[in-house]
């Protein structure tokens, strides 16, 4: 079943879905964006945007963003250094519960220096701390807020006709049809190139494929295999492929259910191995995709700095893979499984159903799986049901789309040791070793960054022997639009960071767009 | 009769209070919450616990239903997590989008229903009263999804006349005028609400057919035939209007099978209605909206009968005496 | 050799048709049985009904031999949503799995949950609606409006829910549970006979002669209310059949790879622009048979029914 996406929430701190966050990204503005880069260390790379500049405290435990003078709110007040504090105060209410609010536990307090100047102050120094401050508060009006209790903001008048200082002005939103914004012509860093963005909120691909080509829509998101076909057809259609952070990948559960002792199949690190051995990737994954579909080395992709392309994998073999479970002890039964004594070589797949791509891949899994004797049952699941059975390991193997960190040390909060603990929700099937982990610590506690390139990729090649999962293929981005849409560059993290900059139609006269959005592609 | 009312709407009030109970025990022994859903992204656990405690999810199952039954009690519909307003906001902005679409699909079907019958009844016996008939039976017996999909097939990909989805064209919708904004709207009625008729149609031709056929039997209509009168004339004036009381009644237990097949059909029409968002309601486990959808959907449900039930008695004066 | 195997099951299907005829207009003692089943004859379209049933059925259980492919196998990756030829009847779906076989195989699928589940609530429907009729009073009134309550809310929204709810579910639960929700018609039907036959002579009668009231049930409440169960149960499969098919359709019935009507449309819905022969056999066979399920339901109301009249 695939479901819409209309926005939950256009209050930044209370908005969690993805289309909230797209409207939110050309309403309100952050102090600073991530450039094109997707460097998160320090303040390199980083881009102005309602900060024109920003100073260091020589011990670095401060930073003080200067407020571009001509920055103001769409009705007309100007954007003070009191509207920071109030937004750091609102990211971390506890009544407020903003899923941003994490994120700033390093920080101390935020003052206004002076009328455009606001100060962030920090428990302590760390690589991350100007990413924390400057990108991830998106800046509320006090003026229009500040009356408003904390526990009240989420049914606020607001929400529903938000107020910001960016590019785009809000003018309606019809719940589960349309969101609707215009160019705010008095914008502070300059007019946007658009006149009008209209998300057309589309319940499945279908709908969103058929409003491209009847000229509804002229922009979406997301194309499957067979509508990069159908868009070659139209002379006016064009397909654009983007970087992605998502990657896809077949958990193992190397732990029994609910985690009592090793799991009699999948705690074998050789089984595991075998059976990645069985899947022919690059098959499975040109049947669901295009030929663009890069495959998967491990838990990251490709628009990762330390991605490596001549990283080993596990190669496709399945004769290996039989000769490999054969040496286990696994052997072929008259049933075409295999067994072990009385256990037989067989496991589930948590597989969610809201994803018609994971669905049909899983079905070619289990055929590569049975060529090789084993048997693999398939859990159609929707994605609470998937989390909740995951946070109580209650799993075999579950068929996982993670949309990765900028930063390569969040691999540590995934996959390590540390983060293997009972009720949790990363590294739920248990991998575990110290190796790994070892080397991770070390690439994190680096000097320099080529020294800290080289241990990741040590780290990677341990996990990836490991087989802790089936790495298949990286978020497969590709978007359809007018041939008259002039995409600014899609950021692998957002593709709408610069939503901005986009352009329609040739020469100045730019003429309104509307995005198609489409759920469940993925 | 204003007994009769009132024993039916305390009634109906009985059979409210049974689903909302039903709901709520349905949701809270299936496993997940709403802070489950949160798709491939993970959020920090403090949050996620922080939303439990104010929405009570943490609190035992009992003081859950207490909470919520004194809520209701009180008009108070609850908040939706998922789409972050009060549950009522969004009836309001939902169940008309459904109502519209079943009262048109209702009165289309009807008229259809009834012509079809009342032909099928003066015709009876011949090949256009058989073909008739197993042509809405065919309708009738089609799975209502599939029809959709089919009529997607047909007339929006082999033949692109009608849109698939949505409620208005939106990037053209600014630039029209009233009227033009009304035709786009209606086209986008066209396939769900043609669903919704096909689907329907051939239960109610059945009972019209039926019901012309009694009343044809009775002695009047045979004296007015003795008496030369003309057979459109004896449909027109005997028949018909004797037997349109009986299918009056039938438009409030129809209510059940259309809000039943506009739940598929919203969904593959991607449809804005009670339907889609009950079954987004369901995938993301918001349990306020989810229970007071189909809460609504049941009311209406209860509404209608109630409604046939009356005009059952007001047409039958050995009733309406009591 | 598969004509022959279709052969063989076209004239199993002509005996068995042929048998039926025979006992229908057979000399000898009248039956009730043979006067229903003579009634019955003399519609052709519930003739037409049964002996398309007759040929779902046969066609589903002999599924295996009549198949040309072996219904889960993915041919090659050449295939996948190849349209329908001589080899290939149906075309195949976007694995490259042979439709048609598929769709054999999913008719047996979607037929036996159809039965099972139709049993199931026939039976709940019967025994909830004699007992709230027979003891009667406030028992009866509590009873009925839970059935109030459960007939509310569209069948599919609740079957939405539970599916989805608890998710992924096993083929013997999605049978309980589509059985489970399906028998609230039934019981409000058999509790207005059994309260129309309460009131006879020979209840009143078989009462003063000091029958217990099991017996009662049992010996003359039971096979009185059988004809109009029938009708519904006959009416049942077709509703539950295409319940099934919804649900599989929404990718929360039937799990990959075992076919069944249902997911194999849901399986050609993405594809519907570009491979409609994906999502549009099964569904004819989805039609066929709900069609012949209701025009035989409508064939053996007239036929069992004393009190109708012929229309």
């Known amino acids: 079943m695939t479901l819409p996406a209309d926005a939950d929430n256009l209050l930044p701190p209370l908005s969690t879905n993805e289309t909230s966050g797209q409207v939110d990204a050309v309403l309100f503005e952050k102090l600073a964006e991530v450039g094109d ?138 719940s589960g049809s349309t969101i609707e914004v215009v160019a705010d012509s008095t914008y502070h860093r300059g007019r946007p190139k658009i006149d009008r963005i209209i998300w057309s909120i589309a319940a499945n691909p279908d709908a969103a494929m058929l409003r491209l080509f009847s000229g509804e829509a002229n922009f979406t998101e997301v194309l499957r295999k067979q509508d990069v076909a159908e868009i070659g057809k139209h002379p006016n259609l064009k397909a654009v492929h983007y970087p992605s952070m998502t990657v896809f990948y077949v958990r193992f559960n190397e732990r029994s259910r609910g985690w009592h002792g090793p799991h009699p199949v999948l705690g074998d690190r050789d089984v595991r191995r075998a059976l990645t051995m069985a899947i022919d990737r ?241 | 009769m204003r007994r009769l009312l009132a024993g039916r709407l305390l009634q109906g009030l009985a059979v409210l209070w049974v689903v909302a109970t039903l709901t709520f025990v349905l949701l809270h022994i299936a496993p997940g919450d709403p802070y489950s859903y949160q798709g491939d992204r993970r959020v920090a656990p403090e949050v996620v616990a922080h939303w439990r405690h104010v929405y009570c999810l943490d609190r035992p199952l009992a003081a859950q239903y207490a909470c919520y039954l004194g809520s209701l009690a009180r008009g108070d519909l609850g908040f939706s997590i998922s789409q972050s307003r009060p549950v009522r906001e969004i009836l309001v902005d939902y169940v008309p989008r459904t109502l519209e679409l079943m009262s048109l699909g209702l009165i289309l079907s009807f008229a259809v229903g009834i012509a079809l019958g009342v032909l099928e009844a003066r015709h009876r016996g011949t090949f256009a009263d058989w073909g008739s008939r197993g042509i809405a039976l065919f309708f009738y017996s089609m799975p209502d999804f599939w029809l959709a999909l089919m009529l997607a097939l047909v007339f929006a990909y082999w033949l692109p006349i009608f849109p698939i989805s949505g409620i208005e064209n939106v990037i053209a919708a600014p630039t029209y005028s009233g009227w033009q904004r009304l035709a786009d709207h209606l086209r986008h009625l066209v396939l769900p609400v043609t669903a919704l008729v096909l689907m329907t149609c051939a239960a109610i031709a059945r009972f019209q057919r039926a019901a012309m056929l009694d009343v044809i039997r009775l002695e009047f209509v045979v004296a007015a035939r003795a008496k030369g009168v003309s057979e459109s004339a004896i449909t027109r004036h005997h028949v018909l209007r004797n037997a349109l009381l009986p299918i009056i009644t039938l438009a409030g237990l129809m209510l059940p099978m259309l809000l039943g097949g506009a739940v598929l059909v919203e969904l593959v029409f991607s449809w804005p209605g009670m339907g889609f968002i009950t079954a987004m309601a369901v995938g993301s486990r918001d349990y306020a909206l989810v229970t007071s959808s189909v809460l609504v959907t049941s009311a209406l449900v209860v509404a209608g009968t109630i409604a046939a039930d009356l005009l059952y008695a007001l047409a039958d004066p050995r009733v309406r005496a009591k | 050799m598969l004509a022959i195997r279709w052969l063989c099951a076209a004239a199993l299907i002509a005996a068995l048709c042929a048998a039926l005829r025979r006992f229908a207009h057979g000399s000898g003692r009248t039956s009730r049985a043979r006067v229903v089943l003579a009634r019955y004859a003399s519609h052709p379209s519930a003739v037409i009904a049964l002996v398309a049933l007759i040929v779902l059925y046969v066609v589903s259980a002999f599924s295996p031999w009549l198949a040309t492919h072996d219904p889960i196998e993915i041919l090659a990756q050449a295939l996948a949503n190849h349209p329908p030829s001589r080899e290939l009847l149906f075309g195949t779906d976007f694995a490259g799995r042979d439709v048609f076989s598929r769709v054999l195989y999913g008719t047996r699928i979607s037929l036996s949950v159809a039965l099972l589940a139709t049993s199931i609530s026939v039976v709940l429907g019967t025994a909830y609606g004699a007992t709230a009729g027979f003891i009667g009073g406030t028992l009866d009134t509590v009873m009925m409006r839970l059935v109030d309550a459960f007939l509310s809310i569209p069948r599919i929204v609740l079957l939405i829910a539970i599916g989805t709810l608890w998710a992924p579910l096993s083929i013997t639960s999605l049978i309980l549970i589509l059985g489970l929700t399906a028998w609230f018609g039934t019981s409000r039907l058999v509790r207005a006979e059994v309260l129309s036959l309460k009131e006879r002579e020979m209840v009143a009668a078989a009462r003063a002669l000091g029958a217990r009231d099991l017996a009662i049930v049992r010996r003359h409440l039971l096979p009185n209310v059988l004809s109009p169960v029938i009708v519904a149960a006959t009416l049942g499969v077709a509703g539950v059949i295409v319940n099934e098919a919804a649900l599989s359709f929404l990718g929360i019935g039937i799990p990959d790879p075992t076919p069944s009507l249902g997911n194999i449309i849901h399986d050609g819905t993405p594809y519907l622009a570009t491979a409609w022969w994906v999502a549009l056999f099964p569904g004819i066979v989805l039609v066929i048979t709900a069609l012949a399920c209701n025009l035989a339901g409508d064939g053996l109301r007239d036929a069992m029914d004393p009190r109708q009249v012929d229309r």
């Open chain 1, 37 to 174: 880069s997707l460097n998160v260390v320090g303040d390199a790379g980083f881009r102005p945007s309602l900060a024109d500049s920003w100073t260091w405290a020589p011990d670095s435990l401060s930073i003080a963003f200067h407020l571009d003078p001509k920055a103001h709110w769409q009705d007309g007040v100007p954007v003070r250094a009191a509207d920071v504090v109030y937004s750091y105060r609102v990211n971390t209410s506890k009544d407020v519960g903003s899923s941003v609010g994490p994120l700033l536990a390093g920080i101390d307090s935020v003052t206004a220096a002076d009328s455009v100047t606001a100060v962030f102050w920090f428990h302590a120094r760390s690589l991350e701390q100007f990413l924390n401050a400057g990108t991830q508060i998106r800046v509320l009006p006090a003026h229009l807020l500040g009356n408003v209790p904390d526990s009240a903001l989420k049914t606020a008048a607001f929400d529903r006709n938000p107020v910001g200082s960016g590019p785009y002005r809000f003018v309606r939103w019809v």
């Open chain 1, 282 to 522: 690059k098959r499975a994954v040109s049947t669901v995709f295009d030929s663009s579909a890069k495959l998967a080395l491990g838990p990251f992709t490709s628009a990762l700095s330390t991605y490596d392309p001549a990283l080993p994998r596990i190669p496709y073999a399945p004769d290996s893979a039989s000769a490999i479970l054969e040496r286990r002890g696994w052997v072929m039964g008259k049933d075409g499984i295999r067994h072990k004594g009385d256990v037989p070589l067989r496991f589930s797949l948590l597989v969610p159903g809201t994803s018609t791509q994971r669905q049909q891949m899983s079905v070619l899994l289990q055929d590569m799986l049975k060529q090789v004797g084993a048997r693999l049952d398939l859990e159609h699941v929707d994605f609470p049901t998937m989390n909740d059975r995951m946070e109580k390991h209650d799993f075999d193997a579950a068929f996982e789309g993670m949309t990765i960190d900028a930063t390569p040390s969040g691999i540590r909060q995934e996959w390590s040791t540390s983060a293997a603990r009972a009720g949790g929700t990363s590294n739920t099937g248990y991998y575990s070793n110290p190796a790994f982990d070892a080397l991770i610590d070390s690439a994190v506690a680096a000097s320099n960054a080529k020294e800290a390139i080289s241990q990741y990729r040590r780290a990677y090649t341990t996990l990836i022997a490991d087989a802790p999962a089936i790495w298949l293929y990286e978020g497969n981005a590709v978007a359809g639009m007018g041939t008259n849409v002039h995409p600014a560059h899609m950021r692998a993290d957002m593709w709408w960071a610069h939503l901005a900059d986009w352009s329609i139609g040739d020469g100045p006269a730019a003429k309104g767009a509307s995005v198609a959005l489409a759920a469940g592609a993925h």
